[in-house]
């Protein structure tokens, strides 16, 4: 499910699988994701932009994070989450990032 402001000319622009869903609002991807996932058995990854994570934050109860060992100079886009919410379950350690699995408490 592609969540973006330019659904409905996305939708006829391409040749997309038929399983290639497009909306323009969070009620509208709560709807088709419903409609897809009815026993909710699946696993939904959202990857972002920032208002999207920030939207869906509060309905999340695992996150995958990537975090790597670089400063980005004006950076315009931060991930505020209040982390003591939040339980390290998995950590991998990489040369140049780390990748962590999170749990809601």
Same mark, same amino acid.
């Given at each position: 499910?592609?969540?973006?402001?330019?659904?409905?000319?996305?939708?006829?622009?391409?040749?997309?699988?038929?399983?290639?869903?497009? &909306?323009?609002?969070?009620? /509208?991807?709560?709807? +088709?994701?419903?409609?897809?996932?009815?026993?909710?058995?699946? =696993?939904?990854?959202?990857?972002?932009?920032?208002?999207?994570?920030?939207?869906?934050?509060?309905?999340?109860?695992?996150?995958?994070?990537?975090?790597?060992?670089?400063? &980005?100079?004006?950076?315009? /886009?931060?991930?505020? +989450?209040?982390?003591?919410?939040?339980?390290?379950?998995?950590? =991998?350690?990489?040369?140049?990032?780390?990748?962590?699995?999170?749990?809601?408490?």
């Amino acid at each position: 499910i592609v969540l973006t402001k330019k659904a409905a000319t996305l939708d006829y622009k391409f040749e997309f699988p038929t399983n290639v869903y497009f &909306v323009e609002s969070l009620l /509208a991807l709560r709807i +088709v994701l419903g409609n897809i996932n009815t026993d909710n058995s699946k =696993e939904v990854f959202c990857m972002g932009g920032a208002a999207t994570y920030q939207a869906l934050l509060p309905q999340v109860d695992t996150m995958y994070i990537t975090h790597t060992n670089s400063i &980005v100079k004006n950076g315009d /886009a931060f991930f505020n +989450v209040d982390w003591s919410e939040w339980d390290v379950e998995e950590i =991998e350690f990489g040369d140049r990032c780390t990748f962590a699995k999170y749990v809601r408490t």
